[in-house]
């Protein structure tokens, strides 16, 4: 993982911590969350406070998402808003992270100023058991503490101004006007400054979970649809009456329920022949078999003309593998804009051509869902799927670790936005 981390690929953009205020501050939530302090004199944090170097620290990469439910958060300033999270067992978090951010923002930006912001992203279970458990997480609500109590703080004194107002002689208690000035050292004016986080409930939407091997579960209005392994407990057993279940292995059924709801993207000759979604799916499938075939040989798989000639020097490979033999008819149908009838084509070649609807709340989700069937497309991967990435990324040889992390820097990280919006139809 070490080339992943120079690169940036993985545990990019994190918030160095080596301010000593800052770490004790970090200290001092994770006492209160009842674990052991950092030694360290330095490390990096994401959005919510994970920390890759005291998760190693510690021996415990789950330190803050115990179970994998119930995320504890570490907030040591309102910048973190900016950054990614690495660390998760729900695709989600970082969604309900800048609800909390945004809907807070006054409240943190005063609180952070002298004190560090824990808790939890409190769900109604303990622990995932089966399927039921996940569907159960309809909203959930942040548990919220300060190193140095200042919200409570802040709380008490706003209660003694209510009664300062309220009872008519509350100004001639002593020990009570004594109190609120030594609250207000500490919270300051808090007439301008709130020191209290008030938006705590958010609703817990579609989401990705990485328990049971991975579940997909998607709400809409009239029905709610879990995709995963059956073989999972509660799977097709919890909430028949409400809850459709799709084996994730039934690709025709995935793909036709995206159709139905409208999250996906059929393909098009307006969109592909725009964005070269093709061509880059192409590339991809070229990098993997040249690789995979020949895993010491360094390849060249942006060069058309290489390309072009590897395929002629493998063709018994290619025709054999069978995929790019039929994007390279899709290609050509599409660059012509013929009609092409889509119950002709098998479902993997279907997922190949499409893409997750522009626009739609569950874009990210959608693409990320449509890698698992894509898996030779590693942009894609790293872009909507990063556990797979990763896992992924583990089993290749060196050389092909290289061209991917040089590819994913070139193609990606050099312009992410405008790299989802070209190929994607992304806007965020």
Same mark, same amino acid.
């Given at each position: @993982?070490?080339?992943?981390?120079?690169?940036?690929?993985?545990y990019?953009?994190?918030?160095?911590?080596?301010?000593?205020?800052?770490?004790?501050r970090?200290?001092?939530?994770?006492?209160?969350l009842?674990?052991?302090?950092?030694?360290?004199?330095?490390?990096?944090? $994401?959005?919510?406070?994970?920390?890759?170097e005291?998760?190693?620290?510690?021996g415990?990469?789950?330190?803050?998402d115990?179970?994998?439910?119930?995320?504890?958060?570490?907030?040591?300033?309102?910048?973190q808003?900016?950054?990614?999270?690495?660390?998760?067992a729900f695709?989600?978090?970082?969604?309900?992270?800048?609800?909390f951010?945004?809907?807070?923002?006054?409240?943190?930006?005063?609180?952070?100023?002298?004190?560090?912001?824990?808790?939890?992203?409190?769900?109604?279970?303990?622990?995932?058991?089966?399927?039921e458990?996940?569907?159960?997480?309809?909203?959930?609500?942040?548990?919220?503490?300060?190193?140095?109590?200042?919200?409570?703080?802040?709380?008490?004194?706003?209660?003694m101004?209510?009664?300062?107002?309220?009872?008519?002689?509350?100004?001639?208690d002593?020990?009570?006007?004594?109190?609120?000035?030594?609250?207000?050292?500490s919270?300051?004016?808090?007439?301008?400054?709130?020191?209290?986080?008030?938006?705590?409930?958010?609703?817990?939407?579609?989401?990705?979970?990485?328990?049971?091997?991975?579940?997909?579960?998607?709400?809409?209005?009239r029905?709610?649809?879990?995709?995963?392994?059956?073989?999972?407990?509660?799977?097709?057993r919890?909430?028949?009456?409400?809850?459709?279940?799709?084996?994730?292995?039934?690709? $025709?059924?995935?793909?036709r329920?995206?159709?139905?709801?409208?999250?996906?993207?059929?393909?098009?000759?307006?969109?592909?022949?725009?964005?070269?979604?093709?061509?880059?799916?192409?590339?991809?499938?070229?990098? @993997?078999?040249a690789?995979?075939?020949?895993?010491?040989r360094?390849?060249?798989?942006?060069?058309?003309?290489?390309?072009?000639?590897?395929?002629?020097?493998?063709?018994?490979?290619?025709?054999?593998?069978?995929?790019?033999?039929?994007?390279?008819?899709?290609?050509?149908?599409?660059?012509?804009?013929?009609?092409?009838?889509?119950?002709e084509?098998?479902?993997?070649?279907?997922?190949?051509?499409?893409?997750?609807?522009?626009?739609? $709340?569950?874009?990210?989700?959608?693409?990320?869902?449509?890698s698992?069937?894509?898996?030779?497309?590693?942009?894609?991967?790293?872009?909507?799927?990063?556990?797979?990435?990763?896992?992924?990324?583990?089993?290749?040889?060196?050389?092909?670790?290289?061209?991917?992390?040089?590819?994913?820097?070139?193609?990606?990280?050099?312009?992410?936005?405008?790299?989802?919006?070209?190929?994607?139809?992304?806007?965020?």
């Amino acid at each position: @993982m070490k080339r992943l981390e120079e690169s940036e690929l993985i545990y990019g953009r994190m918030m160095p911590v080596v301010e000593p205020h800052l770490i004790k501050r970090y200290n001092q939530a994770l006492s209160g969350l009842g674990l052991p302090k950092t030694k360290l004199k330095s490390f990096r944090i $994401d959005m919510t406070g994970y920390s890759p170097e005291i998760a190693q620290e510690h021996g415990d990469p789950q330190y803050l998402d115990p179970h994998g439910v119930n995320r504890r958060f570490i907030i040591l300033s309102p910048n973190q808003l900016q950054l990614p999270v690495v660390h998760t067992a729900f695709s989600n978090t970082g969604e309900l992270m800048h609800q909390f951010f945004e809907g807070n923002a006054k409240a943190l930006n005063a609180l952070t100023i002298k004190d560090v912001v824990y808790g939890e992203i409190d769900d109604p279970i303990l622990q995932v058991q089966d399927i039921e458990d996940l569907l159960s997480i309809e909203q959930v609500e942040f548990k919220v503490f300060t190193g140095q109590n200042l919200a409570q703080q802040a709380l008490d004194l706003r209660q003694m101004m209510d009664r300062l107002k309220k009872e008519p002689n509350a100004w001639r208690d002593d020990d009570l006007l004594n109190q609120m000035v030594d609250l207000a050292q500490s919270t300051g004016d808090i007439r301008n400054n709130s020191l209290v986080p008030t938006e705590l409930i958010f609703r817990h939407n579609t989401f990705w979970s990485s328990h049971f091997g991975g579940v997909y579960v998607f709400i809409d209005e009239r029905e709610t649809t879990v995709i995963g392994d059956p073989s999972a407990p509660g799977f097709r057993r919890s909430r028949p009456w409400q809850v459709s279940y799709i084996d994730r292995e039934d690709k $025709d059924l995935v793909y036709r329920f995206l159709v139905e709801t409208g999250r996906v993207d059929i393909p098009r000759g307006s969109w592909i022949e725009r964005t070269g979604y093709l061509d880059h799916r192409l590339e991809m499938l070229v990098t @993997m078999l040249a690789y995979h075939a020949e895993p010491r040989r360094k390849h060249n798989p942006t060069d058309h003309r290489w390309s072009k000639s590897w395929i002629n020097d493998n063709a018994a490979l290619v025709r054999k593998e069978g995929t790019m033999p039929f994007l390279r008819w899709a290609k050509r149908e599409y660059e012509a804009w013929a009609t092409v009838d889509l119950d002709e084509i098998d479902a993997r070649g279907k997922f190949i051509l499409s893409r997750a609807k522009p626009g739609i $709340d569950d874009q990210w989700l959608v693409n990320r869902l449509i890698s698992d069937y894509v898996p030779f497309d590693f942009v894609y991967r790293y872009i909507f799927n990063k556990p797979a990435f990763y896992s992924d990324y583990e089993a290749w040889g060196e050389r092909l670790k290289q061209h991917v992390v040089e590819q994913v820097q070139a193609t990606y990280l050099s312009n992410k936005s405008g790299y989802r919006t070209r190929m994607y139809g992304m806007h965020n």
